[in-house]
């Protein structure tokens, strides 16, 4: 069900259409613009990380308040790679890596860390790196 659940959300919220780029601002602002459409990069992994994976794509999902309480941080990552389904990789992120701001669907995020088993049994990263980019 969790699975099925995430396959929704990356559906809903995958791009879709052409490349077609917005016409700079009139505001001489376009250089800074494309910049910040560019993907984050995805954190490059660490040797002495085993099982790792790193993801960089679109937020989905973000559940904010966990069942356990400890103050950690989960969210979806539409993201082709896939670890957690087709298409998306669900990332914790603990309390101390937890941004001051949470992030909302459609914000860009990019995780690297060990792969462990949820708490659903699902395969997810468990975040020693974690960025986001409001969108």
Do not use: N
Request: aromatic share 4%; with cysteine.
């Amino acid at each position: 069900m969790f699975i099925a659940l995430l396959a929704v959300a990356a559906f809903l919220v995958w791009p879709r259409g052409g490349d077609e780029r917005e016409r700079p601002r009139a505001s001489g602002r376009a250089p800074q613009e494309d910049r910040r459409r560019e993907p984050l990069r995805r954190p490059r992994c660490r040797d002495d990380v085993p099982e790792y994976a790193s993801t960089s794509g679109r937020i989905v999902l973000v559940e904010r308040v966990d069942q356990d309480g400890d103050g950690d941080l989960h969210v979806v990552i539409a993201d082709r790679r896939g670890v957690t389904g087709p298409g998306v990789t669900a990332v914790d992120v603990s309390k101390d890596l937890r941004p001051r701001r949470d992030p909302r669907v459609g914000d860009e995020a990019s995780a690297m860390g060990p792969v462990q088993s949820g708490s659903f049994g699902q395969s997810q990263v468990h975040a020693l790196a974690f960025r986001v980019r409001r969108r």
